[in-house]
């Protein structure tokens, strides 16, 4: 029996499987799994998207809803589930479109358990099992048209399609499988609910509750500007988030649509899954962080890749995991996912620093070590996995060399990663109280970020770009040109040449950003993989480089066109690209690209990070704007829902109270609250207001602008204050720390 205890409540029920419309209580590994069946097609479907047509909806992270809608045999059926309480699940299905007779279209629901039988009690209409001290009732709203038993799915689908549904040998009362079958003539649309108890009449009395409750919905967390944008970005989480049956723990994987085996781990695409896992839920981003880091090796490099069937332990990936850690710490407050990962970051650090610089050179190149027994191991192939960009042109003329086990190019992105992981090590460090290492990587990333700018500029191009080691530069350009704003290397020169190339036509303004060969390399009509189309990830790195390097309107202008992008796909098919055609905007006009892939949602966090953001560079930021209301979402103060209405910002926290008003026009930066005090850098202003609606006047100590005191006016009700700056300015503001306080 399965008895997995160390799940949090919200997620005991989940669609935990490689079916998205089968519903997992997965402390028991009891399950209940809708299977359709044709008459006119003679066949049977599990609703999977690797095999049918599979339209999937809203998901929450947590087990409070799940919908999608499937296409089989010419039947339009939606179906739906959520939990009413943490034992408690509700699911229901509705057929929208039928393709022949109803009574010939059949709804299943398949009831099973990890070494135990199913039993229907017809006096109490449940099926009822017994999983050592626990049962599970489920009941449907309607009674089952014919009550099955069968050894598994797969004999229950060979019934089916063997004998139709006439057939009345497998009706049973007791089987390792049951099956309630109902048809869309008699019930088009029906409930069915679940529950577990420590009795049979608990068990039952919690299912006919939950089937009474309302149905469960999934909530709406963004409208106004850049509307959808949290909601696709907490669906692609959910649904991708599934249990890893081989090492008994929860993640989300890079896509439920591939088949990789039992499990597969990608060190940056996990990475990006506890980033994106953050914003709502603190819990699976902590899970994603340590199974991103369950790669780490004896060598001290994290595996590029861990799957079922292969472990590339001799090459890893860029080292993204220090910037996602020190975001995670800045939204949600918590040293421990600093430290968690600390010494697995650093070692990580400092292997790229001892194996991939062949010459001691201070720069990198991608390499494959003498380790494993992986596929491509030793390879120009297994090399280039390192930057992540496999078949990018940038690869094509570095040529492998075997006696220092690396490719012969100094590659631009990796070194600028590189470069930038140091940076966020000497924060991490610094953070843990651990000054030697924060210096240390302090000195390493500004002599790293001094060669970028020296050796990896081309004057003749005025951009930067791969090299051949202490030789010419590669031809071929890809996004990562722009890297060099990420780690802090671009000159004020460089920088203006950068912005160039970004709006040139013959380049990289292309009608949909940013493909990943220039318009003019023959690549980029290749449109396979990195050969000229776009990458979220890489959109997302430029994004947050140009932020560092204050070219905030290109920011903003390239996440609103990323966000247009996305919703191209996603509002009608739902489609969620792994990456995109830079001409056309289309994902699936590629055989290669997958439909619903982890880090598509990184094109809808730019729009949600313009509004609420964090970064290494400006702290926690809330930008003023169009309407909108977003939220709840993690931030320091807990859940916080953000809203801006007729040029009024408003930071409240669930239950609508407010905790900041502002009518400044730019973006507030580096907000802390903390035991009574609160400080932020306001941008200039002629004349702006700023409320903290929790704070009383007589409660505030002192007030401070750029450290210059400033007078609030009399009176006894909520401090607000009248604020001007000619430039950026960092307000303080101390009080007594009342229960009303921050």
């Not at 095999?51 to 809203?58: H, W």
């Not at 100094?410 to 590189?418: A, E, H, R």
């Not at 190339?501 to 940013?514: A, G, I, Q, V």
């Not at 006016?713 to 950026?728: F, K, T």
Request: aromatic share 8%; glycine share 10%; proline share 6%.
């Amino acid at each position: 029996m399965s008895m997995t205890t160390t799940l949090p409540l919200s997620r005991l029920w989940f669609t935990w499987g490689e079916r998205p419309a089968e519903m997992i209580f997965q402390p028991l590994g009891l399950r209940v799994t809708p299977v359709l069946y044709s008459t006119r097609a003679r066949k049977t479907s599990l609703i999977e998207p690797r095999a049918d047509v599979v339209r999937l909806g809203p998901h929450r992270t947590d087990g409070g809803f799940a919908g999608l809608e499937t296409d089989f045999a010419g039947t339009r059926i939606g179906f739906q589930a959520g939990t009413t309480d943490p034992f408690m699940v509700r699911g229901a299905w509705e057929a929208h479109e039928t393709g022949e007779w109803g009574a010939r279209f059949w709804v299943v629901l398949a009831i099973s358990a990890e070494g135990a039988d199913a039993r229907f009690d017809k006096a109490a209409g449940a099926v009822l099992i017994r999983i050592g001290h626990r049962w599970a009732a489920i009941v449907s709203r309607d009674p089952a048209i014919v009550v099955s038993g069968h050894q598994d799915l797969g004999a229950l689908r060979e019934d089916l399609e063997e004998n139709g549904y006439f057939s009345l040998e497998s009706r049973a009362d007791a089987a390792p499988l049951l099956a309630l079958r109902f048809n869309l003539d008699m019930m088009r649309d029906g409930a069915w609910a679940a529950a577990v108890a420590d009795s049979e009449a608990l068990a039952v009395a919690g299912a006919k509750a939950a089937l009474a409750a309302p149905a469960p919905v999934p909530g709406s967390l963004h409208e106004g500007a850049a509307a959808g944008a949290l909601e696709a970005l907490r669906d692609i989480t959910g649904w991708n988030t599934v249990w890893d049956t081989e090492n008994h723990r929860p993640y989300t994987k890079v896509t439920r649509i591939w088949n990789l085996g039992r499990y597969a781990v990608w060190y940056n695409d996990q990475c990006y899954a506890a980033l994106l896992a953050g914003v709502l839920d603190p819990d699976l981003a902590r899970q994603n962080m340590a199974v991103a880091h369950g790669g780490a090796t004896p060598q001290g490099n994290i595996a590029c890749i861990v799957t079922s069937n292969d472990a590339w332990v001799d090459r890893s990936q860029p080292p993204l995991g220090a910037l996602v850690a020190w975001s995670l710490f800045l939204r949600l407050g918590e040293r421990s996912l600093l430290s968690a990962q600390y010494e697995i970051l650093l070692r990580n650090h400092r292997w790229w620093r001892l194996e991939r610089d062949p010459d001691q050179s201070g720069l990198i190149s991608c390499g494959s070590s003498d380790v494993g027994a992986a596929l491509y191991q030793g390879t120009h192939f297994g090399a280039r996995n390192e930057t992540g960009m496999d078949n990018s042109a940038t690869h094509d003329e570095a040529v492998w060399q075997a006696e220092s086990r690396s490719l012969s190019t100094w590659d631009l992105g990796l070194n600028c990663v590189v470069a930038l992981d140091a940076e966020v090590l000497s924060l991490i460090a610094a953070e843990l109280g651990d000054t030697a290492t924060a210096t240390e990587m302090r000195e390493l990333a500004g002599t790293h970020r001094r060669l970028i700018r020296e050796k990896l500029w081309d004057e003749s191009r005025q951009i930067f770009a791969n090299r051949q080691r202490g030789g010419a530069f590669v031809k071929s350009l890809s996004p990562t040109s722009f890297y060099p704003l990420l780690c802090g290397a671009a000159d004020a020169g460089q920088q203006a040449a950068l912005m160039r190339h970004l709006e040139d036509p013959e380049t990289f303004r292309s009608p949909w950003p940013l493909p990943n060969a220039t318009r003019d390399d023959p690549a980029y009509q290749d449109n396979v993989y990195w050969r000229g189309r776009i990458w979220p990830n890489v959109n997302y790195l430029v994004w947050l480089g140009l932020h560092r390097a204050g070219e905030t309107t290109r920011a903003a202008r390239l996440a609103a066109e990323s966000l247009a992008l996305f919703r191209r796909n996603w509002d009608e098919a739902r489609i969620a690209g792994e990456n995109y055609n830079p001409e056309t905007g289309e994902v699936l006009d590629q055989g290669d690209a997958d439909g619903f892939y982890i880090w598509a949602g990184l094109l809808p966090l730019m729009a949600v990070e313009e509004i609420c953001g964090f970064s290494p560079w400006t702290g926690w930021s809330l930008q003023n704007g169009p309407d909108c209301r977003m939220g709840p979402l993690e931030s320091p103060l807990g859940p916080v829902v953000v809203s801006r209405a007729g040029g009024v910002l408003t930071l409240s926290d669930p239950a609508g109270q407010a905790r900041l008003v502002s009518d400044i026009a730019g973006p507030l930066r580096h907000i802390r609250f903390g035991e009574g005090c609160f400080s932020c850098e306001i941008p200039a202003c002629e004349a702006g207001r700023l409320s903290l609606p929790q704070i009383r006047r007589p409660d505030v100590l002192a007030v401070e602008l750029d450290g210059a005191p400033l007078h609030q006016g009399p009176g006894d009700g909520p401090l607000q204050l009248s604020l001007s700056a000619a430039r950026p300015a960092r307000l303080s503001i101390w009080f007594r720390n009342t229960r009303h306080g921050a």
